[in-house]
């Protein structure tokens, strides 16, 4: 029932991706792959006073990476730098498998957790969210 439940989740996202699209300028803008199968993701936010303001995604890919790249969306909005990495970490250890998402706190990355069990999948939902910390490691670089 569970994993009905989070099939649904993924699916939802997938059909019905939050934030989809691009920024207009000033923006950060980065561009990551997966190198098993060359499925791109594009990430573009804004910062204002800390937060993250705005955020879209594009790209292509598989219904898993295009599913985790909504959720972040939705899950990134309006945090702290701070916050989006140790977000970041805790969502790469959900799916190592070497943590148990309390999905009061992870929302529908919870639905993520099962691909710990399938390496190749592993890569598909990490995609935007390793685009992401690069975004955020260029960003920071840029601003020393
Ligand atoms: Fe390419 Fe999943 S198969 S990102």
């Known amino acids: 029932m569970i994993s009905e439940l989070y099939q649904e989740i993924i699916l939802?996202?997938?059909?019905?991706?939050?934030g989809r699209g691009t920024l207009d300028e000033p923006k950060i803008h980065h561009e990551g792959a997966n190198p098993l199968?060359?499925?791109?993701?594009?990430i573009e936010f804004r910062v204002e006073?800390?937060?993250i303001?705005?955020?879209r995604f594009s790209g292509r890919g598989c219904s898993i990476?295009?599913?985790s790249a909504s959720m972040l969306v939705e899950m990134v909005k309006g945090k702290t730098l701070e916050e989006v990495?140790?977000?970041i970490q805790k969502v790469y250890a959900m799916l190592r498998?070497?943590?148990t998402p309390d999905p009061q706190e992870m929302g529908d990355l919870s639905a993520l957790a099962g691909v710990s069990h399938f390496p190749v999948r592993v890569k598909c939902a990490s995609?935007?969210?390793h685009t992401l910390e690069e975004a955020l490691n260029e960003a920071n670089h840029a601003a020393k």
């Open 65 to 67: 990476s295009q599913a």
């Open 37 to 42: 199968c060359g499925d791109e993701v594009i």
């Open 97 to 99: 498998g070497e943590s």
């Open 49 to 51: 006073d800390g937060r």
């Open 85 to 87: 990495r140790t977000l």
């Open 127 to 129: 995609l935007p969210w």
């Open 53 to 55: 303001s705005d955020i």
């Open 12 to 18: 939802d996202h997938y059909r019905h991706p939050r």
